[in-house]
């Protein structure tokens, strides 16, 4: 209970049973107290309700901030996954209609051996938890990686990753596919598939002209056009298995 000199507060009382005085919107909040409790020459009130009603409401707006904080570092944590990194500011500033046309870049396709008899025989749920597991490996490997490689799709059995030559940086991007390839194949033969077997996968690299866009508004995908990029799907549904011990990336031409 605080003691407050009625005459150094000086309330403006009207008809209306609002008050207007030195406590701002809070005013008739102090009236109504002043009704309730009332002494001769000074005012003895609980002010500490208009206190309280401050706080309150200070610190349901930090609640409010701090959710639309989480909310906007999920947005970018998710958006991180699914464009490269020089995308993504471009993306956040609201830009539309982003596209790119490197020179010399490599494309890399991992397909994921027996995907389709796996699930006929062990059903869709039991595979899902299995791809799930062997994807997270890869995108550990991606995550650690310092070359600029980016995984731009993931399918049931198969996933793309790319090194993007920029004009402005030149760099070897077949050899950054090549050392991320080895990674991913000794990481993901650590995992069992539904059978018991070690995963292994059927890898293929190749190098050349790329185009590349963000489709989409609601669900923005950087995806990735051109000969290049079918190629490479080409000769990695064609190559030989690899496994820990025994890693096969099968080359284009262009790189053989």
Known sequence: VIIVDFHLFPLTLTSSGYANSYFGNHAGTIYYAVIWICASGNLCAPLFIVTQSN???WAWRKRVLQDEEKELQLERTILSALVPENVLPR??????????????SSVM?????????????????RVMEWTNEVYSCIDEVVRRDT????????????????????DEVPRDTA?????????????????????GKPTVLRVGVNTGPVCAE???NASPRFSVFGDTVNTASRIASSARRSSWGH??????????
């Open 55 to 57: 706080w309150q409401d």
């Open 91 to 104: 993306l956040l500033d609201g830009e539309r209609n982003i596209t790119f046309n490197y020179r010399d």
């Open 109 to 125: 396709f991992m397909y994921l051996e027996d995907c389709e008899h796996l699930t006929r025989h062990f059903g869709a749920f």
């Open 147 to 166: 070359s600029g490689l980016s995984k731009v799709e993931t399918f049931s059995n198969f996933v793309v990753a790319l090194s993007l030559n920029d």
């Open 175 to 195: 050899g950054h596919c090549t050392i991320a390839a080895v990674k991913m194949i000794q990481s993901v033969f650590a995992v069992p598939r539904p059978d």
């Open 214 to 216: 963000v489709i989409g």
């Open 247 to 256: 890693p096969f990336i099968h080359l284009s031409e262009v790189l053989a």
